[in-house]
C-alpha cells in the first residue's frame, strides 16, 4: 500500500494540469480569435453590421434553413451505418432522433463535449452496449474525418484557397512563394485513398485498449464517405446561400472557404469554432478594407443563427420533451 499511493499522485496531478493547459488553449484561441475579429472589424460600426443583418433576404434565410434541415436529415446517414458497423441495428425513426440530437449539441459543444455523452445517453436506453456505443461513436469520427478529407482534398487540389496574409510570415524577413491549400489537398486524397485500401485488403480484427476492432467493410465505409462528403457539400452550402450576390463569390469558392475554415476548427477543437470561424471566412472572403466587409459579418451573425442556435435550440427542447415521455412510461 505505501509503494501504491505516491505513484498515483504524480497520475493525478498530471491529469489535473492537462486540463488546466486545455482551458488556457481553448481560451487563447478564442481570445486569440476575438482579438482578429477585432482587427478585422474595427473600421466597421456596429450599425453597419447591423444593416448587414438587415439586408439578409428572407427568402435566402428561409433556404439557409431548409438547407440546413437537408443537411440534418443527411446526417442521419452516419448513424445508420454506424448501427450496422455494430452489427446493433434499430428502427429508423430511433436513429434520425439521436442523430438529430446529437450532432445538434456536437456542432454547438465540441464533437468531444456534445457527441459522445448524448449519444451514450440515447443509444444505451435503445439496448447498445458501452463497447457498441464506444465503436459506434469512434466509427462516426474517423467516417467524418475520412469523408472531410475527400471533399476537401478534392475542392484544395481544383479550387484552392490563398491562404489569409494574417497566416504568412513577413516576405521582408523571409520571402516564400504564393501559398495555397492545394499540397494540403493533395495529402487528404492521400489519406482517403490508404483508408479505402485498408477496409478493402484488411480482414483481421486489431486490438485496442485490450478488445477487438474491425475496419467496417469497404461498401459501408464508401457509403460512409460520400454521406460526409454530401454533408459537408450542404452545410457549406447554408453559408452560400446567405452571401450576398454583390460579393461574388462561387459556390466552389464558398466550398474551398468554408474548408478551410473548418480545418482550423477542427484542428484546435473549439465548441461550434466561435470566432475562429468568423475570423477565418473574413479573411478569406473579406481581406484587408473589402467593402463588403460589414455584410459578411452580418452574414456570418446569421448563419451562426440559423446553422448552429436554431438546431440547437430545436434539439433541447426534443430532448426535454423525450425525457418527460420516458419519465411518465416508467412505472411509478
Same mark, same amino acid.
Given at each position: 500500500?505505501?509503494?501504491?499511493?505516491?505513484?498515483?499522485?504524480?497520475?493525478?496531478?498530471?491529469?489535473?494540469?492537462?486540463?488546466w493547459l486545455?482551458?488556457?488553449?481553448?481560451?487563447?484561441?478564442?481570445?486569440?480569435?476575438?482579438?482578429?475579429?477585432?482587427?478585422?472589424?474595427?473600421?466597421?460600426?456596429?450599425?453597419?453590421?447591423?444593416?448587414?443583418?438587415?439586408?439578409?433576404?428572407?427568402?435566402?434565410?428561409?433556404?439557409?434553413i431548409?438547407l440546413?434541415?437537408?443537411?440534418?436529415?443527411?446526417? =442521419?446517414?452516419?448513424?445508420? @451505418? $454506424?448501427?450496422?458497423?455494430v452489427q446493433? !441495428?434499430? #428502427? *429508423?425513426?430511433?436513429?434520425? &432522433?439521436?442523430?438529430?440530437i446529437?450532432?445538434?449539441?456536437?456542432?454547438?459543444?465540441g464533437w468531444?463535449?456534445?457527441?459522445?455523452?448524448?449519444?451514450?445517453?440515447l443509444?444505451?436506453?435503445?439496448?447498445?452496449?458501452?463497447?457498441?456505443?464506444?465503436?459506434?461513436?469512434?466509427?462516426l469520427?474517423?467516417a467524418?474525418?475520412i469523408?472531410?478529407?475527400?471533399?476537401?482534398?478534392?475542392?484544395?487540389?481544383?479550387?484552392?484557397?490563398?491562404?489569409?496574409?494574417?497566416l504568412?510570415?513577413d516576405?521582408?524577413?523571409f520571402?516564400?512563394?504564393?501559398?495555397?491549400?492545394?499540397p494540403?489537398?493533395?495529402?487528404f486524397?492521400?489519406? =482517403?485513398?490508404?483508408?479505402? @485500401? $485498408?477496409t478493402?485488403?484488411?480482414?483481421? !480484427?486489431? #486490438? *485496442?485498449?485490450?478488445?477487438? &476492432?474491425?475496419l467496417?467493410?469497404?461498401?459501408?465505409?464508401?457509403?460512409?464517405?460520400?454521406?460526409?462528403?454530401?454533408?459537408?457539400?450542404?452545410?457549406?452550402?447554408?453559408?452560400y446561400?446567405?452571401?450576398?450576390?454583390e460579393?461574388?463569390?462561387?459556390?466552389?469558392?464558398?466550398?474551398?472557404?468554408?474548408?478551410?475554415?473548418?480545418?482550423?476548427?477542427?484542428?484546435?477543437?473549439?465548441p461550434?469554432?466561435?470566432g475562429?470561424?468568423?475570423?477565418?471566412?473574413?479573411?478569406?472572403?473579406?481581406?484587408g478594407?473589402?467593402?463588403?466587409?460589414?455584410?459578411?459579418?452580418?452574414v456570418?451573425i446569421v448563419?451562426?443563427?440559423?446553422?448552429?442556435?436554431?438546431?440547437l435550440l430545436t434539439?433541447s427542447l426534443?430532448?426535454?420533451?423525450h425525457?418527460?415521455?420516458?419519465?411518465?412510461?416508467k412505472?411509478?
Open positions: 500500500m505505501a509503494d501504491s499511493t505516491p505513484a498515483a499522485e504524480p497520475q493525478t496531478g498530471f491529469k489535473k494540469y492537462w486540463h486545455r482551458v488556457f488553449v481553448a481560451v487563447s484561441v478564442i481570445v486569440g480569435a476575438g482579438w482578429l475579429l477585432y482587427k478585422q472589424l474595427k473600421n466597421v460600426g456596429a450599425e453597419t453590421i447591423l444593416d448587414g443583418i438587415r439586408h439578409v433576404p428572407v427568402w435566402k434565410i428561409v433556404l439557409a431548409g440546413t434541415a437537408l443537411n440534418y436529415l443527411i446526417l =442521419v446517414g452516419y448513424d445508420w @451505418a $454506424a448501427t450496422r458497423y446493433h !441495428p434499430l #428502427k *429508423l425513426g430511433r436513429i434520425a &432522433f439521436a442523430s438529430f446529437c450532432y445538434a449539441m456536437s456542432h454547438n459543444f468531444i463535449i456534445g457527441g459522445p455523452a448524448s449519444r451514450y445517453r443509444y444505451s436506453a435503445a439496448g447498445l452496449t458501452t463497447l457498441e456505443i464506444v465503436k459506434l461513436v469512434t466509427i469520427a474517423v467524418y474525418w469523408g472531410f478529407f475527400a471533399l476537401s482534398g478534392l475542392v484544395f487540389v481544383v479550387w484552392p484557397p490563398d491562404l489569409p496574409t494574417e504568412r510570415i516576405p521582408d524577413v520571402q516564400l512563394p504564393e501559398l495555397s491549400a492545394r494540403l489537398g493533395m495529402v486524397i492521400l489519406a =482517403v485513398c490508404l483508408y479505402l @485500401a $485498408a478493402a485488403l484488411r480482414r483481421a !480484427p486489431f #486490438k *485496442l485498449f485490450g478488445h477487438e &476492432f474491425s467496417p467493410p469497404f461498401r459501408l465505409s464508401l457509403f460512409m464517405v460520400m454521406i460526409a462528403m454530401l454533408d459537408i457539400a450542404v452545410a457549406s452550402s447554408v453559408l446561400a446567405l452571401l450576398p450576390p460579393m461574388n463569390v462561387s459556390m466552389p469558392m464558398a466550398m474551398s472557404v468554408y474548408l478551410m475554415a473548418m480545418v482550423v476548427v477542427i484542428t484546435l477543437h473549439i461550434g469554432g466561435v475562429v470561424f468568423e475570423a477565418v471566412v473574413i479573411a478569406l472572403l473579406a481581406p478594407n473589402s467593402p463588403h466587409l460589414g455584410e459578411l459579418a452580418g456570418l448563419y451562426r443563427a440559423v446553422y448552429y442556435l436554431l438546431p434539439a426534443a430532448l426535454v420533451g425525457e418527460i415521455w420516458t419519465l411518465r412510461k412505472p411509478v
